[in-house]
Nanobody
């Protein structure tokens, strides 16, 4: 069983930046970030494979968000720049215990473990 702990959420003005972190208690393969806004379904944000050589982003965050990982620390990050009010959501970290590649990294069903979530609020 792998536990995931997110941190780094908060309140920021539109155009600002935040960096979320997710620390895993054990080794994982692909890791990803999803988000859920009030009244909406959870949606994919970004994912990264085990080595960090492959990343995948939702169109809504491309060129604004950057996902990275430090396997020595079992931690994945997402740097969020040029934040918009529509980025407001609870952000969840997810980890897979199996190899997942390409667009499949965007499927929530591919992930085995989930964090508790961290709130990101972007004010206009």
């Amino acid at each position: 069983q792998v536990q995931l702990v997110e941190s780094g959420g908060g309140l920021v003005q539109a155009g600002g930046s935040l960096r979320l972190s997710c620390a895993a208690s054990g080794r994982t393969f692909s890791m990803g970030w999803f988000r859920q806004a009030p009244g909406k379904e959870r949606e994919f944000v970004a994912a990264i494979n085990w080595s960090g050589s492959s990343t995948y982003y939702a169109d809504s965050v491309k060129a604004r968000f950057t996902i990275s990982r430090d396997n020595a620390k079992n931690t994945v990050y997402v740097q969020m720049n040029s934040l918009k009010p529509e980025d407001t959501a609870v952000y969840y970290c997810a980890a897979a215990q199996r190899i997942t590649t390409g667009q499949n990294m965007g499927l929530s069903s591919r992930y085995d473990y989930w964090g508790q979530g961290t709130q990101v609020t972007v004010s206009s």
